[in-house]
């Protein structure tokens, strides 16, 4: 099955600063991309997602960029507020598929 | 704009006891999930259910699980006879079709 490895666990930044996280997955039939933004005890909000017909899909100052040829995608944030604190999911699935595979999380800090 | 609900927000139980979580899907969505999150780890999928079956289900989700459609808004979750490794939140989320999955605020389980 899908394996969804996430990194950092941990990252503070600056607030201004620009915020990456990294994910990578195992299998290659994976094709739709999420990532969740969770706030303490709160529900997993989606903020973004890409598929694998597109290597970058940008809203805002949130973006998304996909190698699927190496099997990893990144979620990068720009100018980053105190809001942007949460712990940041990222996922994987065959679209259509069933279940979503979730990495294990980085908890963004953003230091004022 | 139309969100899963969930209910209770907490629920806590003792060893043994049977409990029913339960979730109300967004309306015209017809594809449901169960997730659970223990405390710090990430998402883990449980089960998915259309059409009135279970189409697919993680390796957590053993005998002790059961999922049921009662009507036409609500989805359950029953863990039959609770265990103190069971303490988690349970997030429900629902998608319509060609779409992503929306999940519910969580209920946190808490096995005394």
């Known amino acids: 099955g899908e394996n969804v490895e996430q990194h950092p666990s941990t990252l503070s930044v600056q607030e201004g600063d620009s915020a990456v996280i990294k994910c990578t997955y195992s299998d290659s039939a994976s094709n739709y991309f999420p990532w969740y933004k969770q706030e303490l005890g709160k529900r997993p909000q989606l903020i973004i997602d890409i598929r694998s017909n597109v290597g970058e899909k940008k809203d805002q100052r949130i973006a998304v960029t996909l190698n699927k040829t190496a099997k990893h995608f990144s979620l990068h944030i720009t100018e980053t507020q105190p809001e942007d604190s949460a712990v940041y999911f990222c996922?994987?699935?065959?679209?259509?598929?069933?279940?979503?595979?979730f990495g294990t999380g980085t908890r963004l800090t953003i230091i004022p | 704009e139309p969100e899963v609900t969930q209910t209770p927000s907490h629920q806590v139980t003792q060893m043994g006891q049977e409990v029913i979580l339960r979730c109300v899907p967004i309306s015209n969505h017809l594809y449901f999930y169960w997730y659970r999150q223990i405390l710090g780890q990430k998402v883990e999928f449980l089960v998915s259910?259309?059409?009135?079956?279970?189409?697919?289900k993680s390796e957590i989700f053993d005998d002790q699980f059961s999922v049921e459609r009662p009507d036409g808004s609500n989805f359950t979750l029953k863990i039959r006879s609770t265990k103190l490794e069971d303490s988690a939140m349970y997030f429900c989320a629902s998608r319509a079709v060609a779409d992503t999955q929306y999940f519910g605020p969580g209920t946190r389980l808490t096995v005394l």
């Open positions: 259910f259309y059409n009135n079956e279970i189409s697919e």
């Open positions: 996922a994987a699935t065959l679209w259509g598929n069933e279940k979503l595979t």
